[in-house]
């Protein structure tokens, strides 16, 4: 598949669901991407992209920003304390803030740095103890905590389990987002984008489909 075969199911399943496509962002999940295949999409024109690692993202992104203007970068895993500042530093959004310790730490950060990414709070709507993210009872006053420390918080997050309907899943962070007066939605990967698009996704997390398979050392 292509970024345009994407870009036009995006488009298809928005006019679908009664929506404008231009209120889907896709991200382009590069991690783990070889840096010629991030040009080529760079080079196409697309300018939003995700990784999962900071380390990572601080190796590639800082010159492909300085190269290719306009570029958004997303971090989109599990972020430690102890890479908060340097996500910070990196990203234009974060979306797995997951637990009042980071939400500390950003807000702590975000007073001395005097700037700090939208951010997405992870909601773990399957409540999968091996995935992070607050279970969806949880989610109503970790909300209002981050926001008591001033974060801003956009939008909420989320990856459902493999082996579940994700529309279910898509169904209830909307519904956590709405009650809370939360506008962004970061759903839907590769396999099911079309269905989170139905559900209200605003950003769409999508990566060998377009790049081709990870290539891992």
Known sequence: ???????????????????????????AVSKVQPDERVAAVLRAGHRSFGENKVQEAAGKWP???????GVTLHLIGPLQTNKARQAMELADAIHTLDRPK???????????MGQCPDLFVQVNTGEEPQKAGIPPQEADAFIAQARALDLPVKGLMCIPPVDEESSLHFALLAKIAARNGLSGLSMGMSADFEKAIAFGATHVRVGS?????????
């Open 209 to 217: 489909a377009i790049f081709g398979d990870r290539v891992y050392d």
């Open 102 to 112: 980071l939400a500390n730490t950003l807000a702590r950060l975000s007073q001395e």
């Open 1 to 27: 598949m292509s970024l345009v075969e994407i870009q036009g199911r995006i488009a298809a399943a928005a006019t679908a669901a009664g929506r404008d496509a231009g209120e889907v962002d896709l991200i």
């Open 63 to 69: 010159a492909f920003k300085e190269t290719f203007d």
